[in-house]
């Protein structure tokens, strides 16, 4: 009996001891050695070192001088992450979309069916960091002409500066094998803080 509860303890010492410090000590030096970014979550930093968010969740922008991100049924609350959990034949969803299509469609002064669906469609997680190249592009006027209003600048050479930033920040998954285009929206409105300064309250 007591020889059984010796080889007991030794077994719970030992399994303690690989899998509450060897093995979570492993994965911290591998984490921080090759990805130490991607290990202390994803952070941006502005010029002067602050953090200002993460790669990977999304946060509100509401300025006209900045690119807007999807909607969230979790209000880019992280720790409420959530989907809607509407099926695309709720009418509920369907009133909401339709509102928002009209919208958008009436402040840009295009066809609903012109408007991308990302601009009104919320992510599974509602922290879905990006906005696809086309949702970018169609946003890039409303944001080129208000940086250029800001800084007495001329509007096309402002929409020309964003647009190649817009491209140099794009990616795409697996390089580009699968799926479109797609723009991190912190990323690219932290490009335009660092280049044109800080919006105007």
Not at 8 to 35: K, N
Request: charged share 20%; with cysteine.
């Amino acid at each position: 009996m007591l020889q059984s509860l010796q080889k007991s303890i030794l077994l719970l010492v030992f399994t303690v001891v690989i899998c509450c410090g060897i093995y979570p000590l492993a994965l911290w030096v591998v984490g921080q050695t090759f990805f130490p970014s991607q290990a202390n979550g994803s952070i941006l930093l502005d010029t002067t070192g602050s953090p200002v968010g993460s790669l990977l969740i999304a946060q509100s922008f509401t300025k006209d001088e900045y690119f807007q991100q999807r909607p969230s049924a979790a209000s880019y609350n992280a720790a409420a992450s959530s989907s809607s959990a509407l099926a695309a034949s709720n009418p509920a969803l369907r009133k909401r979309v339709t509102n928002s299509l009209a919208s958008i469609a009436h402040q840009n002064r295009v066809k609903m069916k012109e408007v991308p669906a990302d601009m009104v469609t919320t992510s599974a997680s509602g922290l879905d960091p990006h906005i696809t190249m086309q949702n970018a592009l169609f946003q890039l006027d409303r944001v080129a002409d208000k940086w250029a209003s800001t800084l007495k600048r001329d509007p096309d050479a402002i929409k020309n500066e964003i647009a190649q930033l817009l491209d140099e920040k794009s990616l795409a998954p697996l390089g580009g094998l699968v799926g479109e285009k797609i723009v991190n929206v912190l990323e690219i409105n932290l490009e335009l803080r660092n280049r044109y300064g800080a919006a105007k309250k």
